[in-house]
C-alpha cells in the first residue's frame, strides 16, 4: 500500500508493553514521589531502579540514543508513538531514560564532547545517576539567541564565562549545566556563539534564585536564574568547534520538538477523558452534560484537534527518518511547534468549563495542565517565532506572478485557454 497507518508488526508489542508498564507501574509516582530530576532522593531511587531495569529488558531504555551509546537507535516514528505514551505521566520518561534536559545534553556530549567529558559525564547521564541543566535564555534576551550577553573569552588552557542566564531548567539538581555563550562578538551570532560544558560546582557559579511558575510558592522551583562570574573551565570543555553553538543547538532541539509534541498528546488525551467522563457522569435537568448540544460540539471539536495534531506529527517524525536532515523538514517542525501549545490549552480548557469549580480547584490537576500547555507556547522559542519560520519556509516555495495580473486572475486564464484550443473550437462550431 502506498499509505499505510498501522505500526510495525514488531513494534506494537513493544507499545502495548509500554501503555500497560506505564498505567500500572508509573503512574501511580506520581502521587508519592517528587521531583524526577533530585537524583538525591534514596526513596524514589530505591523504587525506580528496578523499574529502569525492566525497561532495559524490554529494549526501551534511552531509544533515542544508537546502539553505541546503550540505546536501540529507532527512529523518529517509533520515539513519536512511544513518547505519546510516556507523555502521561511526569516520571515515566526518567524511567524510560529519555527525560529533558538530560537526553538533549547527553546527545550533544556524545557528538560534540571531548573524551573527558564523555567519561566524565555521559555514561553517568546514561545511566540516570546525574541530572544536567540547559542554560541558552537570559533575562533580557529571552529565547532570542541572537541577543545573548553571556560572553566567554579564552585565558591560556581556560574559558572565562560571565553573564546571567534565566530559566535554566533543573539547575536546582543539575551536577553540571550547557551554557550557550558569546565568545566572538565581531562576527555574526550564528558564527560567533559557542557551548560549554560547566560543572554546577564550579567556583563563580550562583544560583541567584530558583523560579517556579503559576502558584508554586516563591524560590521553590526548580528552574533557575542564575549568574556567572569569572567562571573558569578547561579549555576541552567546549562542545564542538568555537562558533557552533547554533548548529548544535538545531541538533539538540529538532527531535526534541517531536517528541515534546507526542508527550503533549498524551497529556491532550488525558484531558479528553476526563472531558469525556465527566460529560456522562454529571446530570443536569433534563439528562446528562453529554446529552446537550454545546458539550457535543467541546467533544467533537476536541477529539478533531488531537487527531489532527497527531497525524501532524508523525508526518513530520516520518519526513525526519526520511531525510536525516532537520533543515529538510524545518516548517514541518515549526508547524508542529506553533500547534502543541494551541491543541493543549484548548483540549484543557474545554474539559475545565465542563468540570465547573472541580475543574479549577486543587482536587483536580486541570489547572496545572492549563499552565502547562500555555508554557509550550514560550519553551525551546515562543510560537511567534516559529510562525515566522514556518511563513518564511513556505514561501520559499513560491515565486512573485509575472506579469501585472495574479496567476489565478479569470479573464487572463480564459484568454489563455481560448488561445490553446482555439483550433478545436472553432472546429466544434463549425459542426454545429
Given at each position: 500500500m502506498a499509505w499505510d497507518f498501522e505500526t510495525d508488526e514488531d513494534f506494537q508489542p513493544k507499545l502495548d508493553?509500554?501503555?500497560r508498564f506505564v498505567r500500572e507501574e508509573i503512574e501511580p509516582l506520581d502521587f508519592v514521589l517528587d521531583n524526577p530530576a533530585d537524583k538525591t532522593d534514596a526513596v524514589a531511587q530505591k523504587i525506580v531502579k528496578p523499574l529502569m531495569d525492566e525497561v532495559r529488558a524490554q529494549g526501551l531504555w534511552a531509544c533515542h540514543l544508537g546502539p553505541e551509546l546503550g540505546g536501540q537507535g529507532y527512529g523518529q516514528v517509533r520515539l513519536a508513538l512511544l513518547n505519546e505514551i510516556l507523555g502521561r505521566t511526569k516520571w515515566a520518561a526518567t524511567v524510560f531514560g529519555c527525560q529533558a534536559p538530560d537526553s538533549g545534553n547527553a546527545e550533544i556530549i556524545a557528538h560534540f564532547g571531548?573524551?573527558?567529558?564523555?567519561?566524565?559525564?555521559?555514561?553517568?547521564?546514561?545511566?540516570?545517576e546525574m541530572s544536567s541543566s540547559y542554560a541558552m535564555t537570559e533575562p533580557t534576551a529571552g529565547a532570542d539567541p541572537t541577543q545573548l550577553r553571556t560572553r566567554a573569552h579564552r585565558d591560556g588552557d581556560e574559558w572565562v564565562i560571565n553573564g546571567e542566564k534565566w530559566f535554566a531548567s533543573n539547575a536546582r539538581f543539575a551536577q553540571f549545566l550547557v551554557v550557550m555563550t558569546v565568545t566572538n562578538p565581531e562576527v555574526s551570532p550564528y558564527r560567533g556563539q559557542s557551548m560549554f560544558v560547566v560543572p554546577?560546582?564550579?567556583?563563580g557559579v550562583e544560583i541567584v534564585r530558583h523560579l517556579g511558575t503559576g502558584?508554586?510558592?516563591?524560590r521553590s522551583g526548580t528552574h533557575a536564574y542564575l549568574r556567572f562570574t569569572d567562571v573558569r573551565v578547561p579549555a576541552d570543555h567546549l562542545l564542538g568547534e568555537e562558533g557552533s553553538a547554533f548548529a548544535i543547538a538545531q541538533t539538540r532541539l529538532g527531535g526534541g520538538r517531536v517528541h515534546h509534541a507526542m508527550r503533549t498528546v498524551g497529556q491532550a488525551r488525558r484531558a479528553f477523558d476526563m472531558l469525556c467522563e465527566r460529560a456522562l457522569s454529571r446530570d443536569v435537568r433534563g439528562g446528562n452534560l453529554a446529552s446537550l448540544q454545546m458539550t457535543q460540539e467541546k467533544i467533537a471539536d476536541s477529539w478533531i484537534q488531537i487527531e489532527q495534531f497527531r497525524l501532524l506529527v508523525l508526518r513530520?517524525?516520518?519526513?525526519?527518518?526520511?531525510?536525516?536532515?532537520?533543515?529538510?523538514?524545518?516548517?514541518?517542525?515549526?508547524?508542529?511547534?506553533?500547534?502543541?501549545?494551541?491543541v493543549y490549552v484548548d483540549v484543557v480548557a474545554r474539559t475545565i468549563q465542563i468540570h465547573g469549580?472541580?475543574?479549577?480547584?486543587?482536587?483536580m490537576p486541570l489547572s496545572s495542565m492549563l499552565l502547562a500547555g500555555y508554557a509550550l507556547g514560550i519553551a525551546d522559542?515562543?510560537?511567534?517565532?516559529?510562525?515566522?519560520?514556518?511563513a518564511r519556509e513556505?514561501?520559499?516555495?513560491?515565486?512573485?506572478?509575472?506579469?501585472f495580473w495574479p496567476s489565478a486572475h479569470l479573464p487572463t486564464l480564459r484568454e489563455d485557454a481560448l488561445r490553446q484550443y482555439a483550433d478545436l473550437l472553432e472546429l466544434e462550431i463549425g459542426d454545429e
Open positions: 508493553w509500554a501503555d571531548s573524551q573527558a567529558l564523555k567519561d566524565r559525564y555521559l555514561q553517568p547521564l546514561l545511566a540516570g554546577a560546582d564550579t567556583p502558584p508554586e510558592r516563591p513530520t517524525a516520518w519526513l525526519i527518518d526520511k531525510f536525516h536532515d532537520y533543515r529538510k523538514v524545518r516548517k514541518d517542525i515549526a508547524a508542529v511547534k506553533i500547534s502543541t501549545p494551541r469549580s472541580l475543574g479549577i480547584s486543587n482536587e522559542g515562543p510560537t511567534e517565532v516559529h510562525k515566522l519560520t514556518l513556505v514561501l520559499k516555495e513560491y515565486q512573485p506572478a509575472e506579469g
